[in-house]
Structure formats: C-alpha cells, structure tokens
C-alpha cells in the first residue's frame, strides 16, 4: 500500500488493482467524521487506512463510488458504520455479487487481494446529492463510467474525488465509459466544482498520483476526440 498526503486533511492510498492499474482509496479526516472513500480489495485495503487513522475518535463514515468489486470488497470491515452509495449501486452489489464480482474480480485478480473478501452492502443510500455542511463534505451522483456513479467534494480543501470516471496515462486523459453524452454533462457539472486537486481512482501501477484542475481540459479533450470518432 503506497500512501500519498495530499492535503493536510486528504490522503490517497493506492494499492495494485492487477498487472496494469493501481486502484486509488481515498481519506478525508474531517472535523466531525473521517470519510473512507472506497474500500478496494479486501480487508486488507481498509485494515491499512485503519492504520493510519490510528486513535482519532471520530466516527468513521464510508463512500463507495460505484458498485465494481475493486472498490468495495473490503466494506465488511466496517460493516458497523455507515455506508453511503447511489441507490443504484446498492442494488448493483446485491445482483452482481455472486456473478461478476466473485466470479470475475475475487477470481481473475485474487493475487491481488488482501485480507478477507465478504459481502456487506452500503446502509445508506441516496439518488441525487448528500451533504455534510460541518464537514465540507459534499456527495453527488455522477454517471459516465457506471450509471451508480458518485463523486466527493471537500470544499475544506478543495479536492474532487472522480471515481472510475476517468483517468490520466501518459499526460492525457482516459474515459473509463463509452456514454458520451453523459459524459458531457458530467464535465460541466465538475465545472462547478472549485477543486484545485483531482483524484480519479485509477493511474498505472506505480505512477498513482492526484491532477491538478488541469484535468477539465484534459477529459475535455478526450472527450472531442471520442466525439468524432464515435461510431456513425
């Protein structure tokens, strides 16, 4: 597990997806609560972010930004706690677990698990935006790479977490989706979003690092060239 600082209340702990792609976690410890976004493969993932925060008292609340299982098989672990998704990808987890998630992730890439793999579905769930005002934490749902798709703000100090919406190889910016319309409206509403730090949850093995604001053109760009080459 490789952890990066990112902020004096952000950190980023990136872990091997498969040969190719780390998977990005993220944690935002904030006034109220300490927020865990995503808990990637296994226990283990959590067991390391446990770690690192150590005694802070806090009430630890838990985000999973979409229901693929490199972002949620380690939910068990804090089973006790509150878990928030889309609505979408609680109903998600529940029909593919037994399918795509044990049989193709906990499967395909089962050298990269950590820790114990067990099915725990988010306990809170909700379809547009959720706020956490002493926190500066803001949720929203943000489509592109799955239609569960949500995103986090911390408005404190001024991070967006993106999920698998995209990504940055070699200076230039990947749709993890192939809805492109979706896509457009999802730049402009990031567009809103005053963030200084991106996070996307995936980079290649061992380049994990977080964007600048620089990203916005980056997907932008991504996005024409998608655009013309888009089957007729």
Known sequence: ??????????????????????????LIMGVKHNFIIDTGMGGGSVAAMLEYIGDDPKPIIVVNTHYHGDHIMGNW??????????????????????????????????EYITGEVR???????????????????????????????????????????????FGV??????LWGEDLPAYRSLIETYKQ????ICVPSHNLI?????????????VEAALSEAWKNRPS
């Open 1 to 26: 597990m490789r952890i990066t600082k990112i902020t004096n209340r952000n950190v980023m702990f990136s872990t091997p997806e498969n040969e190719d792609y780390d998977v990005n976690l993220g």
């Open 206 to 218: 061992g380049h994990s690092r977080p964007q600048t604001r620089e990203i916005i053109a980056l």
């Open 77 to 110: 672990v804090l089973e006790k706690n509150m878990i928030i998704s889309h609505v979408l990808c609680r109903e998600l987890i529940d029909k593919n677990w037994d399918g795509e998630i044990q049989e193709n992730i906990c499967k395909v890439f089962s």
């Open 193 to 196: 979003y005053d963030f200084d």
């Open 119 to 165: 099915k725990c579905l988010p306990n809170v769930v909700f379809e547009g935006s959720l706020h956490f005002p002493e926190d500066g934490i803001s949720i929203f749902h943000s489509p592109g790479h799955t239609e569960d798709g949500i995103s986090v703000y911390d408005a404190v100090d001024k991070v967006l977490y993106t999920g698998d919406n």
């Open 169 to 174: 190889i070699e200076g230039r910016a990947v």
